[in-house]
């Protein structure tokens, strides 16, 4: 237990699909990741929240859409995804932007 | 530019025998350094880190020191076991920045 909890832990979804994926942190940390993780790839930061507002897009493509209603939860709305987008999907948490993150189990995502 | 460089895996090892994952980084500022893993279908755990020069973190018989006149962070095990399977990720933060940059990950596979 991490104290970041990811749900659904698995996704397959159709690209014609509206989902969301929900990530929840019990740390009282003000700062939230999305991070994807693709099969031989780098991990990439998708996007950052500090106190819920939203600090960094990394030139995410507009198919994912990050919402942020508190400082403990943070979502990631998708929507006519592309098979390319199959990942494992991260969540992670920080007290501060300049301390280590914390992350969650991840979320699986298989786009068909 | 900011990066963080990994020893190229697949490493594999037999049980009770010593690891070494080389990491080296380039950064513009003072880092804090940390080493995380990735177990089969899990996300990533902070393994240890450190802030400042000469810090040594430690953490499950795993080591690393900051070392500063050689910008390095090598990861050791004096005796791995099965268990220990897992991708390790090297990384770092700096001081007013607000994401992690992470290395591209060592697949270590313990064989008994």
């Known amino acids: 237990e991490t104290g970041v909890t990811q749900t659904p832990r698995h996704l397959v979804m159709g690209m014609t699909n509206k989902k969301s994926l929900k990530c929840e942190q019990h740390l009282g940390h003000n700062a939230m990741y999305w991070y994807k993780q693709s099969a031989k790839k780098p991990l990439e930061l998708m996007f950052v929240y500090n106190f819920k507002e939203q600090t960094e897009n990394n030139s995410v493509p507009s198919r994912f859409s990050p919402e942020c209603p508190n400082s403990s939860h943070l979502f990631l709305h998708l929507h006519t995804l592309q098979p390319e987008d199959s990942a494992l999907y991260l969540c992670?948490?920080?007290?501060?932007?300049?301390?280590?993150?914390?992350f969650g189990q991840g979320t699986r995502l298989t786009v068909v | 530019g900011d990066s963080v460089t990994q020893m190229e895996g697949p490493v594999t090892l037999s049980e009770e025998a010593f690891l070494t994952i080389n990491c080296t980084y380039t950064a513009t500022g003072y880092p804090s350094l940390f080493w995380y893993v990735q177990y089969p279908g899990e996300g990533l755990q902070l393994l240890l880190k450190a802030t400042k020069a000469d810090d040594k973190g430690s953490n499950k018989g795993f080591e690393a020191t900051y070392r500063k006149e050689t910008t390095s962070f090598h990861l050791e095990k004096g005796s791995v076991q099965v268990s220990d399977s897992a991708v390790y990720f090297c990384?770092?933060?700096?001081?007013?920045?607000?994401?992690?940059?992470f290395g591209q990950g060592t697949r270590l596979t313990i064989n008994p």
């Open positions: 992670a948490s920080s007290q501060t932007r300049n301390t280590e993150a914390f």
């Open positions: 990384a770092y933060i700096i001081q007013g920045a607000q994401k992690l940059v």
